[in-house]
């Protein structure tokens, strides 16, 4: 073939390629660009997992008639006008490459009004050529319907994943958007569902609710300000103590000047932070917005902006680690606890009768049960089953720790933990022998699911029916709950609800899966902080843990035994 110049609609099919992978990324340019327009509300609204149709509606600035049908042009934009201005991007979109982009592959319908103008515009284009343009009436700001997407480009339909992955990209990144912008009212549905709205209040914490549940964001803690006032990067925005945590790092947000970027290093920055804070091979959640010069910072990497260049990369790397950090020790007990045994007295409302804490002596009055990782359960020298003694019950405080004597000393029992482990460890055994226990429910449950979560469902039902569950479809978006698994606490509906989260959250291996499912069953049967126990169960738990196979850490990694040993109590009360 002789060379020759490519027509301009193959161009723009290549060109659009780069910035429209998938249904995601055209959701995530037209909310870009209602974000760039002011929009305080902006509504999302899938169909067919995006192929069907896209929809965006904001209350933004609007276009002018006489600008409508130019937004559809190459490189046309109001957000750029020289090089220059490139060092200094404050809009999520410059290039002027999105409508065009998005309309080389689909069918576009954009409906706008200024606040100021009489009526609106209605521009329709499709192939990348704009088809018509006529005055309509409108809403003040802008809303654009996407169709057929893709249909024109076989090659790319091709390479795009299940409906529900496709879903599971436009969720997560809506998620991300209702985090990064507090201020503004995201609403997301699918398929005429609900599937994320957050109140656009301007509270982060608000925002983090409307992703992560209230009870997560309740959790949260504020990264706390940094003292100087010349820091070059200041980060702000909240992370998970260090008693919640996740299979993976999808829960770790950055946000860099009201970017959301993808960053292998500074998403490690975070869980460096956490070191020796969490348990082995799970990770915080992190909402943090990172403040950089716009001089030290090139957005203009990557056509579909996901990626940022920082001119002093390590030094925001040690920011964010920074801020975490001391956030952590500043905020959380347990964090202290877990990284030196004498901060453990004023986590656990001992401090009062404590003397100040004597460096030399290392590990200070308290002696911790090792961990699984630590001397004594893995070592191999005893089994765990002899490690814990045999202990007389002598009562419970707070409601959620059951105090014990045995052979040396005093030991501490998290109720809910402890009971969570033994749990565990019998749902395990019970599920590996085919026998896990069934509860039928008098009145079946109808729970409605997310089409994440029926994803979920549809490619584990088997093993959720192993655990005891008895599920029958119920309709599109919709599960009747006939039986859940024995000894579960909480409302059928929710349990399920969280059990397929648990299944979602991490990594896919199906072992991991059944031990996060398993967890989950856990968790929800196990007595709570704050049951009053009789003397009778608590000494049944702790009977049930001296024979549990490793009664030191719950199943997710949380100690269970605290144990304050004679020798150290002789120590502390000065009789030695
Ligand atoms: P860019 O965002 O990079 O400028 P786009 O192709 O995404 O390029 O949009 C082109 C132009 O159309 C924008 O610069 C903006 O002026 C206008 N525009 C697009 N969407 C909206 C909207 N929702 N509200 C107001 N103006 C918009
Ligand atoms: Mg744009």
């Given at each position: 073939m002789p060379i020759h110049l490519l027509d301009t609609l193959v161009v723009s099919k290549i060109a659009a390629g780069e910035v429209v992978e998938r249904p995601a990324s055209a959701v995530k340019e037209l909310v870009e660009n209602s974000l760039d327009a002011g929009a305080t509300r902006i509504t999302i609204e899938v169909q067919g997992g995006g192929l069907q149709s896209i929809r965006v509606v904001d209350d933004g600035s609007g276009i002018p008639a006489g600008e409508a049908a130019l937004a559809?042009?190459?490189?046309?934009?109001?957000?750029?006008?020289?090089?220059?201005?490139l060092m200094s991007i404050?809009?999520?979109?410059?290039?002027?490459?999105a409508l065009p982009s998005i309309a080389a592959v689909s069918q576009v319908s954009l409906l706008t009004r200024p606040s100021s103008a009489q009526a609106g515009t209605l521009v329709e284009a499709r192939e990348g050529n704009v088809e018509g343009r006529k005055s309509q009436g409108s809403p003040p700001g802008t809303s654009i319907v996407v169709r057929r997407l893709f249909q024109n480009v076989p090659a790319r339909l091709k390479f795009l994943r299940s409906e529900a992955t496709e879903l599971g990209h436009i969720q997560d990144l809506v998620s991300r958007f209702a985090l990064c912008f507090p201020s503004v009212a995201f609403s997301l549905e699918i398929d005429g569902r609900k599937a994320l709205a957050s109140?656009?209040?301007?509270d982060g914490r608000e925002a983090a609710a409307a992703v992560y549940g209230a009870n997560v964001a309740a959790d949260l803690v504020e990264i706390a300000p940094d003292e100087?006032?010349?820091?070059t990067y200041r980060v702000s925005g909240l992370v998970s103590p260090p008693s919640l945590h996740r299979?993976?790092?999808?829960a770790i947000s950055l946000f860099v000047n009201g970017r959301w970027v993808q960053n292998r290093s500074l998403t490690f920055a975070v869980v460096e932070a956490y070191q020796n804070l969490l348990p082995e091979r799970r990770n915080p959640i992190a909402i943090l917005r990172i403040a950089v010069?716009?001089?030290?910072?090139?957005?203009?990497?990557?056509p579909t902006k996901r990626e940022v260049r920082f001119r002093r990369e390590g030094d925001v790397f040690s920011a964010v680690q920074k801020a975490v950090r001391s956030t952590l020790v500043g905020a959380a007990p347990v964090a202290a606890f877990r990284a030196q045994g004498q901060a453990f007295g004023s986590a656990a409302g001992l401090?009062?009768?404590?003397?100040?804490?004597?460096?030399?002596?290392?590990?200070?009055a308290l002696d911790l049960?090792?961990?699984?990782?630590?001397?004594?359960?893995?070592?191999?020298?005893?089994?765990p089953r002899s490690i814990l003694p045999v202990l007389r019950v002598v009562g419970q405080i707070q409601t959620t720790y059951i105090v014990a004597e045995g052979p040396d000393g005093m030991y501490l029992i998290d109720q809910h933990a402890g009971h969570e482990q033994v749990v565990y460890e019998r749902v395990r055994d019970q599920v590996a022998a085919g026998a896990a226990e069934r509860q039928g429910l008098l009145e079946p449950a109808v729970v409605e699911l997310t089409p994440a979560l029926e994803a979920a469902l549809k490619s584990q039902q088997e093993t959720l029916e192993r655990y005891g569950f008895d599920l029958e479809s119920f309709g599109e978006g919709a599960c009747l709950v006939r039986a859940v698994p024995g000894?579960?606490?909480?409302?059928p509906g929710q349990a399920l609800i969280e059990v397929l989260e648990a299944l979602l959250?991490?990594?896919?291996?199906q072992a991991s899966r059944e031990w996060r499912l398993a967890a989950t069953v856990a968790c929800h049967s196990a007595v709570r902080a704050g049951d009053v126990l009789s003397h009778q169960e608590m000494s049944e738990l702790v009977r049930s843990l001296e024979v549990a196979?490793?009664?030191?850490?719950?199943p997710h990694g949380r100690p269970i035994i605290i144990h304050l040993s004679t020798a150290s109590l002789e120590r502390e009360f000065g009789r030695r």
């Open positions: 559809f042009e190459r490189h046309a934009t109001s957000k750029l006008t020289s090089a220059d201005d404050t809009s999520l979109g410059f290039r002027g490459e109140p656009g209040t301007g100087a006032d010349d820091a299979a993976n790092r999808n010069p716009l001089e030290e910072v090139d957005v203009n990497v990557h401090s009062p009768w404590r003397p100040p804490p004597r460096p030399s002596e290392g590990q200070g049960i090792p961990w699984r990782d630590n001397a004594g359960v893995d070592s191999g020298r005893e089994t000894a579960f606490r909480s409302r959250d991490g990594d896919q291996e196979q490793e009664p030191y850490t719950c």
